[in-house]
């Protein structure tokens, strides 16, 4: 395959960045998306030109690193998939393949491809946790749990982090990833203790971080690789006012 991708590069925060051009051949269908974007940087360093930073850890859409806009759409043309995911067959010989980071005030670029979100390190570090004795872990059966409410605690607890919600939203709005953490805790028995210092105090840092308002537009979950449903914002919501009232 032949294809040219169109790749944002920026050399840092503060400098000012611009649209790429490179022709990349000798790629085939089986490649994945990180692999070709790896075959392109072998080719820069063949020509004694700076690579292309991007990021990325599992290539398992496990960790959430990878995440970049292609062609416009948050991790690609698939739904449900993250960018290490997605193979070079989800294109046609002769493609222009256009790159780009997120894009989010409070996800600024630090180089090419990779942005800053220790914001959302930020969110989780007010609460996305439960205060528990340390040492031997507890018999499984000891707390009782539904399976309806584990399977809802698990479908949020599905977030992986990797930002998509907030690139695509047009208010750069983080109420889904917040949210996805919070009811992920919240809405099990371990997480009752400290619900509603957690979500008053999750909610906090995600505003003074500088993330949009959220107005239920449902760009987030159509882009979320995990699938995870605006549900949770309303569940949020209401989990701020509860909180507001008994915390």
């Given at each position: 395959?032949?294809?040219?991708?169109?790749?944002?590069?920026?050399?840092?925060?503060?400098?000012?960045?611009?649209?790429?051009?490179?022709?990349?051949?000798?790629?085939?269908?089986?490649?994945?998306?990180?692999?070709?974007?790896?075959?392109?940087?072998?080719?820069?360093?063949?020509?004694?030109?700076?690579?292309?930073?991007?990021?990325?850890?599992?290539?398992?859409?496990?960790?959430?690193?990878?995440?970049?806009?292609i062609n416009g759409?948050?991790?690609?043309?698939?739904?449900?998939?993250?960018?290490?995911?997605?193979?070079?067959?989800?294109?046609?010989?002769?493609?222009?393949?256009?790159?780009?980071?997120?894009?989010?005030?409070?996800?600024?670029?630090?180089?090419?491809?990779?942005?800053?979100?220790?914001?959302?390190?930020?969110?989780?570090?007010?609460?996305?946790?439960?205060?528990?004795?340390?040492?031997?872990?507890?018999?499984?059966?000891?707390?009782?749990?539904?399976?309806?409410?584990s399977d809802r605690a698990m479908?949020?607890?599905?977030?992986?982090?990797?930002?998509?919600?907030?690139?695509?939203?047009?208010?750069?709005?983080?109420?889904?990833?917040?949210?996805?953490?919070?009811?992920?805790?919240?809405?099990?028995?371990?997480?009752?203790?400290?619900?509603?210092?957690?979500?008053?105090?999750?909610?906090?840092?995600?505003?003074?971080?500088?993330?949009?308002?959220?107005?239920?537009?449902?760009?987030?979950?159509?882009?979320?690789?995990?699938?995870?449903?605006?549900?949770?914002?309303?569940?949020?919501?209401?989990?701020?006012?509860?909180?507001?009232?008994?915390?």
């Amino acid at each position: 395959m032949q294809v040219t991708f169109k790749i944002w590069r920026q050399e840092g925060p503060k400098d000012k960045g611009a649209i790429r051009a490179y022709e990349v051949d000798g790629l085939t269908e089986d490649m994945s998306f990180l692999e070709a974007l790896d075959h392109l940087n072998e080719l820069l360093v063949l020509k004694d030109e700076k690579v292309i930073a991007f990021e990325y850890d599992c290539r398992e859409g496990i960790c959430g690193q990878c995440g970049v806009f292609i062609n416009g759409r948050a991790h690609g043309p698939h739904d449900n998939m993250t960018t290490c995911q997605l193979h070079m067959r989800s294109f046609k010989d002769g493609d222009t393949i256009v790159v780009e980071p997120w894009r989010a005030a409070s996800f600024p670029v630090i180089k090419d491809l990779i942005v800053d979100r220790s914001a959302f390190d930020r969110i989780i570090e007010q609460g996305a946790f439960i205060s528990a004795k340390t040492g031997t872990a507890p018999e499984a059966n000891a707390i009782p749990i539904p399976k309806e409410v584990s399977d809802r605690a698990m479908d949020a607890a599905a977030c992986i982090g990797c930002g998509a919600c907030v690139a695509t939203c047009k208010n750069s709005s983080a109420a889904l990833f917040t949210s996805a953490k919070i009811n992920h805790l919240n809405g099990l028995p371990q997480g009752h203790a400290e619900e509603h210092k957690r979500v008053a105090e999750m909610t906090y840092q995600m505003e003074i971080e500088g993330f949009g308002s959220c107005t239920f537009t449902g760009a987030c979950e159509v882009e979320c690789p995990e699938g995870i449903s605006i549900i949770n914002i309303a569940e949020m919501n209401a989990r701020v006012t509860k909180s507001k009232v008994l915390g």
